[in-house]
């Protein structure tokens, strides 16, 4: 038991600490090579998109002005000019922020009542799912409990000398905690949910709108995701902690009721019992614990999505918190005609 329980555990710290490996940075000679000199402007989307991404492996490690800069102009000639703004801005190219800002103007109230309508409709999505989850969970979480309780009482109450139907107890039991670990799981998400519908709800008054910037990106770049977050990640590993502790006595139930069903055939006479493909008692008995092996699936999930919410939950505590334009792994670039002649007019060429 002692052998099972340290597997147990060394497996749930490997699961929760996997967000910490991180792949080694090349030298810097060798990144800019790799990364930096590849990186082009191109009339195609595709390659921007590629190039985008190569310069934003470069300044993970190595954060040079130079490399910010082309990937603003990257950005710029794409129409992302909030995206843009950031990279002028960590690149120290006021002067080009400012023009930006004023080129970005010249679209009026559009992309400003764009982005406003956006996030409403976003806001809306996340309250419609967040009232849906909420709705279950706490069905689950009256109905859990009292299913657990009530099969609790005829376990103990058999226990003690009575005679109640196996399958009672322990379908109530296990059918109780795995209602109250779905309950558990929905909780977490729908609080989550919450406070992305308060987010975005507010996204429209903290930010005019850059033309080009839809909510999705401002919210993960501006840092408001990262402090979101960072802010639920304590909850969101404690839930994910309770995950685990609910599988554990599905564990310990499941496991004795094995010997509560062996016992029973065994005490009972073979007549009780249709015949079952000629096996003999101990045979009987196998195959019903075969069945039972399906009590163990719920702990298993329980367990999966448990640790995943702690290895989320301690990937939250280091999200970042300031406006950045490495978060994402690929932006996928919107050309627009007016930035897109205004890129060419710049003549950079890499």
């Given amino acids: 038991m002692q052998i099972v329980l340290k597997i147990f555990f060394s497996v749930l710290l490997i699961l929760v600490f996997t967000s910490e490996a991180h792949s080694e940075c090349l030298s810097q000679e060798e990144s800019y090579t790799k990364y930096v000199l590849n990186a082009v402007l191109s009339k195609s989307v595709a390659e921007n998109d590629k190039s985008i991404n190569l310069l934003k492996k470069h300044l993970l490690c190595y954060h040079e002005k130079e490399v910010y800069y082309k990937l603003a102009v990257i950005y710029e000639y794409s129409g992302k000019y909030y995206l843009a703004g950031i990279a002028y801005k960590k690149s120290g190219k006021v002067d080009e922020l400012k023009r930006l800002e004023q080129l970005s103007a010249q679209y009026g109230k559009d992309g400003e009542n764009m982005f406003k309508s956006l996030s409403a409709q976003k806001a809306a999505d996340y309250s419609k799912s967040f009232k849906a989850k909420k709705a279950w969970a706490t069905a689950f979480n009256i109905i859990g409990p009292v299913a657990f309780a009530t099969g609790l009482s005829l376990f103990i109450h058999d226990k003690a000398g009575g005679e109640n139907s196996l399958s009672a107890q322990y379908v109530l039991m296990l059918g109780g905690l795995t209602m109250v670990g779905g309950g558990t799981i929905l909780n977490a998400h729908a609080e989550k949910n919450r406070l992305l519908s308060k987010a975005y709800n507010s996204l429209g008054d ?11 990106k401002y919210f ?21 902690l309770a995950l685990i502790f609910i599988a554990l006595p599905i564990i310990g139930f499941g496991i004795y009721s094995y010997f509560d069903t062996i016992k029973y055939i065994n005490e009972n006479d073979d007549s009780e019992y249709p015949e ?18 399906a009590v163990f699936v719920p702990a298993v999930c329980f367990i999966f999505f448990g ?5 989320d939950s301690s990937k939250w505590t280091k999200m970042n918190t300031e406006p950045d334009i490495l978060t994402l792994t690929s932006i996928t670039p919107i050309i627009n005609p007016v930035s897109k002649t205004y890129g060419l007019a710049l003549g950079f060429s890499f």
């Fill in 307 to 311: 640790s995943k919410m702690m290895a």
């Fill in 276 to 293: 079952l493909f000629d096996l003999r008692p101990i045979g009987r008995a196998l195959f019903y614990v075969f069945v039972q092996s």
């Fill in 206 to 216: 903290q930010y005019p709108g850059f033309y080009g910037t839809d909510p999705d």
């Fill in 220 to 240: 993960v770049h501006s840092g408001i995701s990262g402090r979101l977050h960072k802010n639920y990640s304590d909850k969101y590993f404690v839930k994910g």
